[in-house]
Structure formats: C-alpha cells, structure tokens
T-cell receptor, first 112, second 115 residues
C-alpha cells in the first residue's frame, strides 16, 4: 500500500464549478499536509499547507484535513481556466530530515 | 532573485553515457533535494542534502551520485545512464532543514531521455 493515495483523474469541470481534490494516507505519524500545484512542464509550487484537522482557507482555495480518517481535501471555488494544472498532495513526516511524501497528482482541466 | 535554477532543460543520452545535472538556489537555503517524476509514480526523492557538507540517500538512489558543492549548488550525476532513468528531474530547496516545515521550492525541471 502506498503511503499516500491520490486519484490521478483527469478531472474536467466547467468554469465556475466547485472542485474537490482528495488524498488518503496510511501513516498516522504524518503531521503536516500540503497541496502543490504544477502547471504543464513546470516545477511544483506550494499552494497551501496545514498541520491540524479542520479547514484552512486562502481565497478561493480551502484545505481540509481529517486525521481520524486519514483524509485530506482541497476545494477550489469558482474555478477558473487558469486553475487547470496537476494538483499534488504532499505530507511531511516531521522526523529526521524533512521527508515529504507526494501523491501522484490529479490533473484538473477547467473548461471555459 | 531567480529562486532555484536547473541546467540543462532538456537532454538526450545514449545508454552508458554519463552526465551531470546542475542545480543552484539563491535563497540561502540549507537543504536541497533531487527528485524524479514519472507518470503514475509521482515525485520520488533520489538524494537530499540537509546542510552544506552532508548528503543522504532518498527513496531511489541507485544509479545516481550527488555533490553538495557549496551552500548554493547541488549536482546530480548519472555515471552510466540507463533507459530506466528517462524521467523529469526536479531540484528543490528549503530553508531550515531538519524538523522544519519550511516550503520546498522547486526548479523548472530537466527532461532527460536515455535511448
């Protein structure tokens, strides 16, 4: 079993839709949860991170963590064509070095 | 402030050839990383350097070597390239190293094809 599981998609939605992206993880020692966005042929860039259960908002983006279910989500409100990218969840295990385990990514396309 | 830069952007090698991928960061970060990204496999850590003068193996180190030349630069060497090393390689850096939640900043990647 992979430490982090993520549906690869692709996910195609109309402009303005609410998008839900999800990951599950297996190691309860994981403490910090991140979402990266990766445009085609570019490096990943950090969107949001959180370390507690509950919701964290940043503009149109909301990150949600449920540690009891080992489930993390990213919601995008009023999705825009510029949101078309691959979204990777990433989890940091705070032990030793900064070991980050990445999901495989979900490819999102927002259609105008 | 360029962030993390990588050279070259693209490279085609023949099996058995060697090459070095270069990475530099101008953010005064302590930690640097090399990842490879393959379809369906996500990002996998090859090697990392928690601080200048130290390097350690990640998840998939076989066939690679690294050098932390100074605080700014971290290179990845393929001694004898194999088709299985065809991938996109990303360098990343982060601020404080161990026990840190600092963001990892990624470079633009090197697309490597081994024939």
């Amino acid at each position: 079993q992979k430490e982090v599981e993520q549906d690869p998609g692709p996910l195609s939605v109309p402009e303005g839709a609410i998008v839900s992206l999800n990951c599950t993880y297996s190691n309860s020692a994981f403490q910090y949860f991140m979402w990266y966005r990766q445009y085609s042929r570019k490096g990943p860039e950090l969107l949001m991170y959180t370390y507690s259960s509950g919701n964290k908002e940043d503009g149109r983006f909301t990150a949600q963590v449920d540690k009891s279910s080992k489930y993390i989500s990213l919601f995008i409100r009023d999705s825009q064509p510029s949101d078309s990218a691959t979204y990777l969840c990433a989890i940091l295990n705070s032990g030793g070095y900064q070991k980050v385990t990445f999901g495989t990514g979900t490819k999102l396309q927002v259609i105008p | 402030n360029a962030g993390v830069t990588q050279t070259p952007k693209f490279q085609v090698l023949k099996t058995g050839q060697s090459m070095t991928l270069q990475c530099a960061q101008d953010m005064n970060h302590n930690s640097m990383y090399w990842y490879r990204q393959d379809p369906g496999m996500g990002l996998r850590l090859i090697y990392y350097s928690a601080s200048e003068g130290t390097t350690d193996k990640g998840e998939v180190p076989n066939g690679y070597n690294v050098s932390r030349l100074n605080k700014r630069e971290f290179s990845l060497r393929l001694e004898s390239a194999a088709p299985s090393q065809t991938s996109v390689y990303f360098c990343a850096s982060s601020g404080l190293g161990s026990y840190s939640t600092d963001t990892q900043y990624f470079g633009p990647g090197t697309r490597l094809t081994v024939l």
